[in-house]
Every structure is written in C-alpha cells, then in structure tokens.
DNA sequence: GCTATTTGACCATA
DNA sequence: TATGGTCAAATAGC
C-alpha cells in the first residue's frame, strides 16, 4: 500500500512541522508578560500536545497499515481508515443497520466507521451556547444520559440520510469539567455535499440548549477548538468560508495552516489515512473553522499569503 | 401538513 | 448484564 504510506508520511512530516511551528510560537508567547497571551500560550500548548500525539498514532497505525480491521485507537482519531472511501461497507451502512442492505456487514460495521472527534470550546458571553455549525445540517435523533457524565450526550445524523444515503452522524457531548467545552464524535463521511446547502440555517437555540448545530459563529460566537489538529485540512467548507470572506475585502485567521510556513495544508492531514475525501475534510474543518472571522487565538495571517491552489475549487466539486 | 425534536423502548456490544 | 446507540411514535413548531 505505497499510496497509504505517503499519506502517513505526509501526516506524520505535517504533525511534526507544525509541532515545531507551534513551539516556536510558544516560546515567543512566553516571552510575552501580556496576561492576554494566557490563553494563547494554553492552546499552543494544547495544540503542540496533540500534534505529537497524533504523529505518534500515525506511526502506531502505520504498523496495522494493510489490515482490514481497525486499530484500537483513542477516541480522537478515526478507528477505521480503511473503509471510508465511501465503501459499500463504510458509512453507507452505518447506523442502517435494519436495513436490509446492510445486514451482511452488520455484525462489524459500527467498529468499521470511521470516527474522530472534536473538542469544541464555546463562551456563552453572548448568550449563546452549545456546538459550532459545522457546515452540514444535522438532525438529532437521540439523547442518552452517559453513565458518569454530567450532561446527556446528543446523537444526531445527517438531514439527507434517507433522501442521499447520507449515513454521516455525529455525537455531541458536554464536558463535565468545562461546560463550554462540547466534544463531537463523528462517525462516518458525508456523501450528500450537504455543507453547500445548509450552512446559515437560523439557529433555534430555544430547542436545545445543550446542541444547536446552526449556531453561526459569525454573529459573534466565539469558538475554539481544542484540537486542531485534526482539522488541519482545508476544508471545502472553509475555503470557501475563506475565500469568500477574502474576496469581501476581508482578511482569513485558519489557525490550521501554519504562519510559518504560509502554506495551506490542503494536501495533507487526512484524519490518519484517509482518503481525502471533500466530506471528510468538511466534516473536520468545519467543526471550527467554518467561520470567516474565526478568532482562534493569534496565529491570524493575511490570506492573501496562502497561494490558493488553482485547482482548489475542483478540488472538492 | 410538513419537518424537527423529544423520549421511551429496543438492539448491539463489551 | 450494563451501557451505549438507534429507532420510531408522540409531540411541538412553523
């Protein structure tokens, strides 16, 4: 699997650099006696964490690379690149599992989805609170009170499940510790292109105070994630978030390409192996980036640095 | 009337 | 058997 290797060195030269990229903003963070820097020194931190964290799971995966059950990985990253290209017995089948369909994959399908998780930090300051839009248009189908979690978890799958066989779901879970913090789990890529169509729903925050999925950041929610590192892909969602913010006149903060380096990673960071998929990488990035004014902390830089691939728009039409 | 959410029940998994 | 995940009927909102 030559092809496989490349994008585990691709992932694990990307993770490395950044990690590199984000110590060196670090230290000159720390070096700053501003308190207003606390915050951003903390999720440098974080984000250096989870860069080496993900380089060495990369290298874990890479030695189960070419076996067709997933490795027993952490929740953070997908259990199971193997079968996210849109296989019959990816997430084609999952949560179908009545259907007739699917029934022959049954027994292994849910370890077989892929699944990775982002950790989402919301401030109420502006009233508003729960979850990111991420792009798609979520339906919520359950709500499970989780033995030793304070918050119920909330299950959610895709609007277009039926009408485009769209079996991307997504779990979202409150922190105990931190109740602006929401963990979301998503299990499965989306084939429906639903974040062209459903980005700027009105949220209904009334409904559900614990997840609203159309919150827009841009009327001034404030989103932070706590890993980043997955979503370090340039998301269809989010160039698009990204060039349309610039071509108004605006600048773009994607605190996932590095300042450094100035160059967009679109070419890598799959969630650990995966095929690129646009749906894939929408369904990351957009879980926090799919704001144009995103004010994640301090690695703002011009966009107009970013050498905009000329192909990028067919890059995920 | 249509669509989304809530919630109890059922099923799968460990 | 306990727990998590999903289904589907009931309900609510537009």
Request: hydrophobic letters at 25%; a negative charge.
């Amino acid at each position: 699997m030559e092809s496989g290797w490349s994008w585990e060195q691709k992932i694990l030269i990307g993770e490395l650099m950044q990690g590199m990229e984000l110590a060196k903003q670090l230290r000159v963070h720390l070096n700053a006696t501003s308190s207003s820097t606390a915050e951003t020194r903390d999720f440098l931190v974080q984000r250096i964490l989870s860069s080496y964290e993900k380089a060495l799971l990369v290298l874990n995966w890479s030695g189960s690379a070419g076996q067709t059950q997933p490795i027993g990985v952490t929740a953070t990253i997908p259990e199971s690149p193997l079968s996210i290209n849109g296989s019959p017995t990816g997430e084609d089948c999952d949560g179908g599992l009545k259907d007739n369909h699917c029934l022959n994959e049954a027994p292994k399908k849910r370890k077989m989805m892929p699944r990775w998780t982002d950790q989402v930090r919301v401030s109420s300051e502006n009233g508003l609170e729960g979850p990111h839009d991420d792009g798609y248009s979520w339906r919520k189908y359950g709500q499970k009170d989780i033995l030793g979690a304070k918050y119920p978890r909330s299950y959610y799958r895709c609007t277009y499940r039926n009408t485009q066989n769209c079996w991307a779901t997504k779990q979202v879970q409150r922190s105990d510790e931190d109740p602006t913090l929401f963990e979301v789990t998503y299990r499965g890529t989306h084939n429906c292109g639903s974040e062209q169509q459903t980005i700027p729903q009105p949220a209904t925050p009334e409904k559900d105070n614990n997840n609203q999925n159309h919150i827009q950041q841009q009327s001034g929610l404030r989103v932070n994630t706590q890993d980043l590192d997955k979503k370090e892909l340039a998301s269809p969602f989010t160039f698009a978030s990204a060039y349309e913010s610039i071509k108004s006149g605006g600048s773009y903060s994607p605190s996932f390409i590095s300042p450094a380096t100035s160059e967009p990673n679109y070419y890598s960071f799959p969630p650990f192996g995966l095929k690129p998929l646009e749906s894939d990488y929408s369904d990351i990035i957009s879980a926090n980036t799919s704001a144009t004014n995103s004010p994640i902390v301090d690695l703002d830089f011009p966009f107009d640095h970013v050498d905009l691939d000329p192909s990028f728009p067919s890059f995920f039409s």
